[in-house]
């Protein structure tokens, strides 16, 4: 498996702020997700955070919007920016392992959650 | 575009039934299917993973199946307690063309297990 710390586990934010939301896993891990979770919604995928290099966004969602940097293998941080009520979800971090630690199953894990309302 | 539907989105159940969720997808090109449990105000906890070439997985009082022909995955939770009450996920993934790994999530199905 592998452990997943999200800071801050939940704000309260006014509109028009931004917020930088961090994800730290104990140890290597191939790939890391953003997702977003809106109230009464499935799990959407916001961007896939690439190590050294831009992260790659979904449809509907922009790097001006949520940035993300990954400098290392195990640490990632998602910013939302200009912040409106619409914004207000749960925002989970998530991650792969490599295949040699956990086969060639592909197991996602996800973090603890991010609960953000905006005012 | 891969659609997750779950049905039933609720379901209240006496303590030791044994009781099934439904997940439906719509593209049967899948590399996996995963099941996750989601606490109030908790992160996700994964349960079981069904590759695309198998039928189903076991662990402890569950069971996953994989019908992927039809579209169809069935969890299946034994003698029922009180703390497998929680909102259970059906994740599936496909391999996109750009070579990313990307899940599509149904919106669930809130179990609540009544003692």
């Known amino acids: 498996s592998a452990v997943i710390s999200q800071k801050p586990s939940r704000d309260i934010c006014q509109r028009g702020t931004s917020l930088t939301i961090q994800c730290q896993v104990d140890?290597?891990?191939?790939?890391m997700f953003w997702y977003r979770q809106q109230p009464g919604q499935s799990l959407t995928l916001i961007a896939t955070?690439?190590?050294?290099?831009?992260?790659?966004?979904e449809s509907g969602f922009v790097i001006d919007k949520f940035p993300i940097s990954r400098p290392n293998l195990t640490f990632s941080t998602l910013t939302v920016s200009n912040m409106s009520p619409e914004d207000s979800s749960i925002y989970l971090c998530?991650?792969?392992?490599?295949?040699?630690?956990?086969?060639?199953?592909?197991?996602?894990?996800f973090g603890p959650g991010t609960r953000l309302t905006v005012l | 575009k891969q659609e997750v539907t779950q049905i039933p989105a609720a379901l209240s159940v006496p303590e030791g039934e044994n009781l099934v969720l439904n997940c439906s997808f719509t593209?049967?090109?899948?590399?996996?299917l995963q099941w996750f449990r989601q606490d109030p105000g908790k992160g996700l906890t994964s349960l079981l993973l069904?590759?695309?070439?198998?039928r189903e997985q076991t662990s402890g009082r569950l069971n996953a199946s994989l019908d992927k022909s039809s579209g169809r995955s069935t969890l299946y939770i034994a003698a029922s307690q009180p703390g497998d009450s929680a909102t259970y996920l059906c994740?599936?993934?496909?391999?996109?063309?750009?070579?990313?790994?990307?899940?599509?999530f149904g919106k669930g199905t809130k179990l609540s297990v009544i003692p």
């Open positions: 994740a599936v993934r496909r391999i996109s063309g750009a070579g990313s790994y990307q899940l599509t």
């Open positions: 955070a690439n190590q050294g290099s831009e992260a790659t966004y």
């Open positions: 069904i590759q695309s070439s198998q």
């Open positions: 593209d049967s090109a899948i590399y996996n």
């Open positions: 998530s991650v792969t392992k490599p295949r040699w630690v956990q086969g060639p199953t592909d197991t996602q894990y």
């Open positions: 140890s290597q891990v191939t790939m």
